[in-house]
């Protein structure tokens, strides 16, 4: 059974940082394709970034780029996203979610057949 579970949000003033982690099983991590997409207050999903594994390569938005770090720690099956200099507008919940297919570059426009929970992250004073 495939499953996603993060962890990590919480409140931060603005300009504090968080570090979300998503603890993936039932399925090859290291071979997978992942995301974090979030959620703000009476708004639609908005992706935030991806890593594929194949290359490496990781992609943000540019909302987020410079700010977020994406990474992985396969030996832990763990993705992990670092925020730094949190704004206001940053608050949402942070999901974790894999690529339906690991190779598709659509960035931001990908597929996903598995998702967490959801992490809750507020930045406010």
């Known amino acids: 059974e495939v499953q996603l579970v993060e962890s990590g949000g919480g409140l931060v003033q603005p300009g504090g940082s968080l570090r979300l982690s998503c603890a993936a099983s039932g399925f090859t991590f290291s071979s997978s394709a992942m995301s974090w997409v979030r959620q703000a207050p009476g708004k639609g999903l908005e992706w935030v970034s991806s890593i594929y594994s194949y290359s490496s390569d990781t992609y943000y938005a540019d909302s987020v780029k410079g700010r977020f770090t994406i990474s992985t720690d396969n030996a832990k099956n763990t993705l992990y996203l670092q925020m730094n200099s949190l704004r206001s507008e940053d608050t949402a919940v942070y999901f974790c979610?894999?690529?339906?297919?690991?190779?598709?570059?659509?960035?931001?426009?990908?597929?996903?057949?598995?998702w967490g929970q959801g992490t809750q992250v507020t930045v406010s004073l």
């Open positions: 979610a894999r690529l339906k297919n690991p190779y598709d570059g659509r960035v931001g426009l990908n597929e996903y057949d598995y």
